[in-house]
């Protein structure tokens, strides 16, 4: 399948050119190890902000840069904002239907690349997918949507470079190329979410199957970003922001848990069948109904 064109705005390139400079500057102060293989330059870090406010409004969600920046042009932002704008380190570029994805850009006959002077920080850094966005040089507001991986999919599966791999890379890079990415499509940002909700949803399943969840790669947060729960609505909410009253599901490393009414953890279930993705019902103690009236349907009883 092949990926999705989107052309971002010239305002959102000239935001661009115009933040890449000074962020050029904050890491050569504050993260000068980051600098050591000289490929970073403020034409790359352009194009990196280019590919990020491509995926936001693809996908119709909020991108801190444009958040920050409201509509303001580029010859409105404050110094006081700029130095915002740049200071920002987030592990994550853009929240999709509760996943944190790390946006990667670059010109569209390339890979997907991790850079070099971060691989002793990949495991501490907070994402769970990474995402393909190609940017025309010619036309920067030419964009393509490429696809994603989970992060852990790019780990295990990852190529590294070497003189007889990819002689363009600087060997030891890790890369992925464009073509093995799960691509999204949809008329409009609504069913692409919903695309890359489905197919998440697929991929979540294999991964609980194959004991990969609970290493704490395949979470899923609140918009405040803490891990949250799925509820009926589709989003994914923490306790901070959303009543927990009643609810039974999965938490964001794929643990079953279970909420009475009352707002207690629960530890009675009813009609519980896991195998067949029958949550049941759950109550605590005090509110745990008598034995016959659960025994008025055929059900079966769980603890936890």
């Known amino acids: 399948m092949n990926p999705t064109f989107y052309r971002v705005t010239h ?18 102060i504050n993260k000068p190890r980051l600098m050591m293989d000289g490929i970073i330059t403020p034409e790359l870090l352009a194009r990196s902000m280019i590919g990020e406010i491509a995926a936001a409004k693809f996908f ?25 704008l740049t200071g920002r380190q987030d592990p994550w570029d853009i929240i999709v239907e ?12 390339f890979v997907m690349l991790w850079p070099l002077s971060k691989n002793d920080i990949w495991f501490d850094k907070h994402f769970d997918l990474m995402m393909s966005v190609s940017v025309d040089d010619d036309d920067r507001t030419r964009c393509w949507i490429d696809g994603f991986t989970t992060k852990d999919a790019f780990y295990r599966h990852k190529l590294v470079a070497g003189p007889d791999t990819h002689k363009k890379l600087i ?13 999204i499509t949809g008329d409009g940002p609504l069913l692409r979410r919903i695309a ?16 990969l969840a609970r290493t704490g790669r395949m979470a899923r947060y609140c918009k405040c970003c803490k891990p949250g729960v799925r509820f009926e609505d589709d989003q994914w909410w923490c306790a901070d922001h959303k009543d927990m009253s009643g609810f039974v599901g999965y938490d964001a490393d794929g643990n079953f848990i279970h909420y009475c009414h009352c707002g207690k953890l629960a530890g009675n279930g009813y009609g519980v069948r896991l195998l067949k993705d029958q949550l049941g019902e759950w109550f605590c103690d005090e509110h745990k109904p008598p034995k016959e009236q659960m025994d008025e349907a055929p059900q079966e009883e769980a603890t936890g």
């Not at 920046?69 to 130095?83: F, L």
């Not at 890359?196 to 979540?204: C, K, S």
């Open 98 to 109: 509760g996943w944190l994805i790390d946006v990667k850009s670059s010109p569209p006959p």
């Open 196 to 211: 890359l909700r489905t197919r998440m949803d697929e991929l979540v399943k294999k991964t609980i199957a194959t004991g």
């Open 60 to 84: 119709g969600v909020e991108h801190w840069a444009l958040v920050m920046r409201g509509d303001k042009a580029v010859d409105q932002i404050t110094e006081d904002q700029w130095t915002k």
């Open 11 to 28: 305002d959102d390139v000239a935001f661009a050119d115009a933040w890449a400079p000074r962020f050029y500057k904050w890491l050569q």
């Open 171 to 183: 060997r030891g890079t890790w890369y992925m190329e464009k073509r093995n990415l799960h691509v």
